[in-house]
């Protein structure tokens, strides 16, 4: 199923997804994010191929919503510094938690991710930074490349910008409390959310910057880099340079089929179910694609003698 994307306008957005995959976008805004998947109560992404088109997938997926988000951002500007809340904070406030991974497919020269503090700090003193103006002084950062992968999680300060395009897999919540939007004021001013945020921020370095990929999968046809995995998803780069079958058991033990999102990046082709009754789904680079669990196998097929690369994404094992 072809999935259509929800555009999203943001003051840090502007029009990269045009340019990088031949997107309509609406006219005259910046737009931050393009949703690819989401089920939230407000509502779900839409089908835009076969005989399910304009359906929503909350009508088709059962009682359980799917419990997670495929978005591409286009930060021209600078996110709010920000954090989002781990299971414990965000039980104690009524809200979602959310814990999230950023793939770098473009990256301008001089474009940073600011991801955990340089030093741990308390509370009172980065408020007092806030105050200040000088959060970025707490703030350790470094500039990002084209391939790298990120992990945000839950409790990690962080902000991006300065012209990235960035795919984003998280846990289905919209909870984000603004620590700090750079000075931001007058239409382009937002209200920052201090007493929630510091109570779900781990104010302390974060780690590593970045996740070393791993090869799970190379018959010449196919092959498979496992991005990320955390309890909530999993990401893996695909490479197809001919006719490959993709399986969508888990990656560690054989179990359950698996639905998957594939979001393509360059090439083109079709991908489809080994079922005459299923219809295939011709794609080209920025299409999603939702392979749903009813199948175990599906075939991608490149067009043209041209290369297939693309991002897989997976919610949590069965």
């Given at each position: 199923m072809l999935l259509e994307?929800?555009?999203l306008e943001k003051v840090w957005g502007g029009r990269r997804l045009e340019?990088?995959?031949?997107?309509?976008?609406p006219e005259k805004v910046p737009v931050g994010e393009s949703w690819e998947l989401f089920d939230r109560p407000a509502g779900s992404t839409r089908i835009r191929s076969g005989p399910l088109r304009g359906r929503a997938l909350a009508e088709l997926r059962g009682e359980e919503e799917l419990p997670l988000m495929v978005k591409v951002l286009d930060v021209e500007d600078r996110l709010s510094v920000q954090v989002h809340p781990d299971a414990g904070t965000?039980?104690?406030?009524?809200?979602?938690?959310?814990?999230?991974?950023?793939?770098?497919?473009?990256?301008?020269?001089?474009?940073?991710i600011w991801r955990g503090l340089?030093?741990?700090v308390e509370p009172a003193a980065f408020r007092e930074a806030v105050g200040a103006g000088k959060v970025?002084?707490?703030?350790h950062s470094f500039e990002p490349r084209a391939g790298d992968v990120v992990p945000v999680q839950a409790g990690v300060v962080h902000a991006a910008g300065g012209g990235l395009l960035l795919a984003e897999v998280q846990q289905c919540s919209e909870t984000t409390y603004r620590l700090w939007d750079w000075g931001r004021t007058g239409d382009a001013g937002r209200p920052l959310h201090l007493d929630a945020g510091l109570e779900a921020a781990h104010l302390?370095?974060?780690?590593?910057d970045r996740v070393v990929p791993r090869e799970v999968e190379d018959d010449g046809n196919l092959r498979r880099l496992l991005l990320v995995a955390t309890p909530h998803f999993s990401a893996e780069h695909l490479t197809v340079p001919g006719i490959c079958t993709?399986?969508?058991g888990a990656e560690d033990e054989e179990g359950e089929p698996r639905w998957r999102v594939l979001f393509f990046l360059s090439g083109g082709g079709v991908v489809r179910a080994f079922d005459r009754r299923a219809e295939p789904a011709p794609f080209l680079p920025g299409d999603a694609v939702l392979l749903p669990a009813a199948h175990d196998a599906y075939e991608i097929e490149p067009a043209g003698g041209k290369v297939v690369q693309a991002l897989s994404f997976a919610g949590p094992p069965p």
């Open positions: 994307p929800r555009y340019k990088a995959f031949g997107r309509t976008l965000a039980r104690a406030h009524g809200t979602e938690a959310k814990a999230e991974a950023w793939i770098v497919l473009e990256a301008d020269p001089g474009a940073r340089r030093e741990e970025e002084d707490l703030l302390r370095p974060a780690g590593p993709l399986e969508t």
